[in-house]
């Protein structure tokens, strides 16, 4: 292994997936730690990403029919211990506020874990009649969970999430929402961040404290561990009860609402980060890429004011290519510090999908060289430098491809870590060398999950959709299964 660099270095993922990721965060200038243990402090390009990545979530939001708006961080101690099962879910994760303005407190103020406690007891305060609904809120915020274990983006103690929140007359409404939220975060993993999941509903255990039934997503990381990566509950009656969120129907009778919560925080971005990235750092699907060019100038110094000119004459013209409904991002990387070698690693850290490569020779023979970031491979592009025509739809098609090549390798990848085990043995062995979804019959019973917790350290992820059938046995316990579920080691 060549001598390590402290600037430059970063860990082969083949090698080390988790301390690879550990590296690429830091080196591409992603995050860096907090003086607050568990907090990250998101960097431009960091966070350049995470707005991409809201942008393409809150259309779908908004096209469903959603609106945005916002409820406040401090829940006083007195509400949120009004809905039992929800306090008690949370209870080892709320930071509580106890001190403001130099005195203790009359009443502490609980730091949002969720909001389903204030918004509602708004909703009890605004909901009238039956023509008040359906109410169909979302809010892009910040939460805190205290952690115990923590790492950049995938599990932080204060997070960026958006929440979705809403009310309806009826249980076969909620229930829908509930089901199409679902859908809306599978497509935005896959259709946005190229990141193949599998979906389902959540076992008791793991359900959200409160909910009636939570539903999930789950990413398969390159390490074998699974991330859960959004999350859609059906919260039945139970908050509308704890808070008397109660309207007039039709017939004049008064009716608790039926609700439902779903979520992705910016955990998703860290999964989409690990399971595309490889040894030379980041890949990133060009529809949440903060770059989707970069042009480097390749000219010694007798060369380099024609070269940066057709450069920069080329970056005008690319920004005028319309890909994903809004025109490209192009950079052109003209440090003089730099040679081309250094950039290109540069570039190919920080994951930008495209590199276009400029010298004197391209400019005589009229071409350019582009680089997929994904293959490495070499094209010729023409350009007419006088004009700066070339063939727009050649770049497009490029970053399309890259796409749909993500998402492809993505669920080639995460259906090849599905073992459908047949023994116990089996299970153990698949989870213990970190091979990805165990697939297995299960009786259903919370004593046998958590036995397998114990002593293998899976959890069940989601319960797969077709059930195990006739006579066949738990793979745990011997009895009659249940389900089948998806069990992994997870983040």
């Not at 907090?34 to 966070?47: A, D, E, I, N």
Request: charged share 25%; with cysteine.
């Amino acid at each position: 292994m060549a001598k390590k660099d402290e600037k430059r270095f970063i860990t082969p993922k083949s090698e080390d997936a988790s301390q690879w990721y550990t590296d690429v965060i830091l080196q591409a200038e992603l995050a860096d730690y907090s003086p607050v243990r568990g907090c990250q402090v998101y960097r431009p390009y960091g966070f350049a990403i995470w707005e991409k990545i809201k942008a393409h979530l809150n259309g779908r939001i908004i096209a469903t029919g959603h609106e945005n708006c916002y409820y406040p961080l401090f829940i006083p101690k007195s509400l949120l211990d009004k809905e039992a099962e929800h306090v008690e879910g949370f209870a080892p994760e709320v930071a509580w506020v106890t001190h403001g303005g130099g005195k203790q407190l009359d009443e502490p103020l609980a730091i949002r874990p969720t909001s389903e406690v204030v918004i509602g007891v708004m909703w009890a305060k605004w909901l009238q009649s039956y023509r008040d609904l359906p109410i169909l809120h979302n809010q892009w915020a910040n939460v805190v969970r205290w952690e115990k274990a923590t790492r950049p983006f995938l599990r932080t103690l204060e997070f960026l999430w958006q929440e979705g929140h809403t009310a309806h007359r009826t249980e076969a409404e909620a229930r829908a929402e509930t089901a199409k939220m679902l859908e809306q975060y599978r497509r935005h993993a896959g259709e946005d961040l190229a990141l193949f999941v599998i979906d389902g509903i959540k076992s008791e255990s793991e359900k959200f404290a409160g909910a009636v039934e939570t539903y999930g997503i789950e990413a398969m990381m390159p390490d074998g561990k699974a991330l859960q990566s959004g999350t859609s509950h059906f919260l039945g009656q139970n908050f509308a009860k704890a808070y008397d969120i109660k309207y007039l129907e039709e017939d004049n009778t008064e009716q608790y609402v039926w609700t439902t919560s779903w979520g992705v925080s910016h955990r998703i971005m860290g999964g989409m980060l690990m399971a595309h990235g490889d040894d030379k750092g980041l890949i990133l699907p060009p529809k949440v890429a903060p770059v989707h060019v970069v042009i480097v100038p390749i000219a010694r110094d007798d060369d380099r004011p024609l070269v940066l000119e057709k450069c920069q004459g080329l970056a005008r013209r690319l920004r005028e290519v319309v890909y994903d409904g809004a025109a490209l991002s192009v950079k052109v990387d003209d440090r003089e510090e730099f040679r081309p070698g250094y950039k290109f690693a540069h570039w190919e850290l920080r994951g930008v999908p495209l590199r276009i490569e400029v010298g004197p020779r391209d400019i005589e023979g009229s071409t350019c060289i582009i680089v997929d970031r994904l293959s490495g491979a070499k094209h010729e592009l023409q350009v007419d430098y006088a004009t700066y025509e070339l063939d727009a739809e050649s770049v497009s098609a490029k970053l399309e491809n890259l796409q749909a090549a993500l998402y492809a390798r993505s669920r080639e990848e995460v259906m090849g870590r599905i073992h459908e085990v047949e023994s116990y043995e089996e299970f153990k062995q698949v989870i213990a060398e970190g091979r990805g979804f165990a697939l297995a019959a299960w009786d259903g019973t919370a004593e046998t999950e958590q036995r397998v917790k114990e002593e293998t350290s899976a959890t069940t992820r989601v319960i797969a959709a077709e059930p195990p059938g006739h006579n066949v046995k738990c793979l745990f316990s011997g009895g009659p299964a249940r389900y089948r579920a998806y069990f992994a080691a997870s983040y």
